[in-house]
DNA sequence: GTCTATAACCCGATAGAC
DNA sequence: GTCTATCGGGTTATAGAC
């Protein structure tokens, strides 16, 4: 048997230096979108060649897909939780708030990636579009009223407003506030647009246990 | 005297071109973003040659940001009112929803352009930044609390979250849905960051003091 | 397997004919 | 004033040398 430590396998070495390459091609597509991203900055930012990643990956398109899929080791708790899925009425918000919260302390490179070049790049769009759908079903499942899914659309486009402005466009003061200062501010607001009762004052038998991190 | 109308002045001939012209390249510019955008799809566009377009507008990015400039005749209630800006505390809210009713009801092509270039372009978003700022001080002066600012910035970006995704992304029902159905949802969410009490009222008369940073 | 050279294409911009 | 022809540069993608 080879010693994979002394001798790295030629897949190995080939799997090693294909995962630089999607690295380098990250941020590079999150920094300057689909369009002005060029194969040759790529390859230049990974230390190989271009031709190289025209031998793995095929095309420009082709690249763009595996890097903006996000890699196992930066899913957190990304998207919307799967355990509120079927939680039902009165804590959507709560968990749409704790996405949020965890996009807002750090949103993955490969998601920056799709973001950026949503609006000028049609597969961005469709990718987009796809990883929105079962989110944007999950939160209009949790809302009982029947304009749900405007609701759900709502919540959907502020989530990603706000993260558009705090990574993208990095204006006003969105960009260095707190997770924390961000997620207060808004959770009245996701309250009102799920259709809850607002938790800290009224009256209200407060059932109302946020879910243990 | 030469009549106008029998036979147009010299300098009007032109002007008509290059109005068409602009009307040409804000279609594309809202529709592709500027990377997309070639100077020959708009001189085709408009029915005259790529030539003629650089000859008058010396370079795409001049041609751009002419485009991107919005005509006087679209401009309804653009931004924010001007009347609403001394009028203190109180009517934040009912200002910015009155802006967002006018912009989802029809938002200028012009600024479609930029909001479709935003990202990827930094004219585009030098743009809109010089823009949005008047607008998120005025905001922010209207808001009594220590942390106006970021809440000015949170509903700025709502506001460009939810055009965006009714526009340029068509997702969910909230392309097809009614100015009014959207703004009536928004209007508690709006109300709470601008640190305002909620006007239709369930109980309630929560003066609910927003704890000063 | 890795890299070099180059093909084929489209762009913005320029110069000049009509 | 309007349009044609073309230049120079950059891109993806391919073919072939090492």
């Known amino acids: 048997m080879t010693e994979p430590s002394a001798r790295p396998t030629r897949a190995q070495q080939r799997r090693q230096t294909e995962e630089r390459i999607l690295t380098a091609a990250r941020e590079k597509f999150a920094d300057l979108g ?14 190989v060649d271009a031709g190289l990643v025209m031998h793995y990956f095929g095309s420009k398109d082709e690249l763009f897909s595996r890097a903006a899929e996000v890699p196992r080791s930066e899913l957190p708790t990304h998207g919307f939780p799967a355990e509120a899925g079927a939680a039902g009425t009165g804590e959507v918000s709560e968990a749409l708030l704790a996405s949020l919260a965890s996009r807002l302390d750090s949103e993955p490179l490969a998601s920056l990636a799709v973001l950026r070049s949503m609006l000028t790049n049609t597969d961005a769009a469709d990718r987009y579009r796809t990883a929105a759908e079962p989110e944007l079903n999950q939160i209009t499942a949790g809302i009982p009223t029947a304009d ?10 502020i989530v990603h407003g706000v993260i558009i402005e705090r990574y993208l466009l ?4 969105l960009s260095d506030a707190t997770p924390d200062e961000i997620i207060q501010l808004l959770r009245p607001c996701f309250q009102s647009l799920a259709a809850e009762a607002p938790s800290g004052g009224s009256s209200a038998t407060e059932s109302k246990s946020p879910s243990g991190t």
């Open 148 to 157: 749900a899914e405007l609701r759900a659309s709502l919540l959907s486009a």
């Open 170 to 173: 990095r204006l006003g003061r």
């Open 34 to 47: 689909y369009d002005r991203t060029t194969i040759r900055a790529v390859a230049t930012s990974a230390g």
